[in-house]
T-cell receptor
């Protein structure tokens, strides 16, 4: 069975600091991996996805993630945090394109000035 | 842009009531999904549908049913609402399996309170 583990339910950074949100997955087949962001009182918005090909994936708002098969990880990074990045972030996995996603429990990112 | 709309942003119901949550998407997507979101638990899949009139159970289907009579509409039904169904409900849609662009698009959510 697939699963997703997000390390750290809450991450706090200062404005301008590096953002690192951790995601590890388990899957018996090559996975499809996603990061979504949720701003308060809104639905989820896709940040980026990995399906096949290049393992370093660039997304919206300056975020990127690297698929590391040997570590079964798909960590999300951003070089310099902005106040507007404060939100909840979800990592998700599926084992087939277009099928249901398995979500992690989410990481709340706080950004202080 | 894909638009997924949900019938209500906030809903308050009484225990034992039958509750309908409606979801409509305008991009002709084959796949539609219902999740519930609870603090500390992330999103959990309730039901999903890969085509009209078909449905499959997700991880937590107990106490829920669904209906998909038209491609663009996917309804979640709480047959007899209970307080433990107080939650945020999120609908999503996506292109069919094996489509190259297969990410799910989410609606804004319905925050349901059962008293």
């Amino acid at each position: 069975a697939q699963s997703v583990t997000q390390l750290g339910s809450h991450v706090s950074v200062s404005e301008g600091a590096l953002v690192l949100l951790r995601c590890n997955y388990s899957s018996s087949v090559p996975p499809y991996l996603f990061w979504y962001v949720q701003y308060p009182n809104q639905g989820l918005q896709l940040l980026l996805k990995y399906t096949t090909g290049a393992t370093l994936v660039k997304g919206i708002n300056g975020f990127e993630a690297e698929f590391k098969k040997s570590e079964t990880s798909f960590h999300l990074t951003k070089p310099s945090a902005h106040m507007s990045d404060a939100a909840e972030y979800f990592c998700a996995v599926s084992n087939q394109a277009g099928t249901a996603l398995i979500f992690g429990k989410g990481t709340t990112l706080s950004v202080s000035s | 842009d894909v638009k997924v709309t949900q019938s209500s942003r906030y809903l308050v119901k009484r225990t034992g009531e039958k509750v309908f949550l409606e979801c409509v998407q305008d991009m002709d997507h084959e796949n539609m999904f219902w999740y519930r979101q609870d603090p500390g638990l992330g999103l959990r899949l309730i039901y999903f549908s890969y085509d009209v009139k078909m449905k499959e159970k997700g991880d937590i289907p107990e106490g829920y049913s669904v209906s998909r009579e038209k491609k663009e509409r996917f309804s979640l039904i709480l047959e007899s609402a209970s307080t433990n169904q107080t939650s945020m409900y999120l609908c999503a849609s996506s292109r069919p399996r094996d489509s190259p662009n297969n990410e799910q698009f989410f609606g804004p959510g319905t925050r349901l309170t059962v008293l």
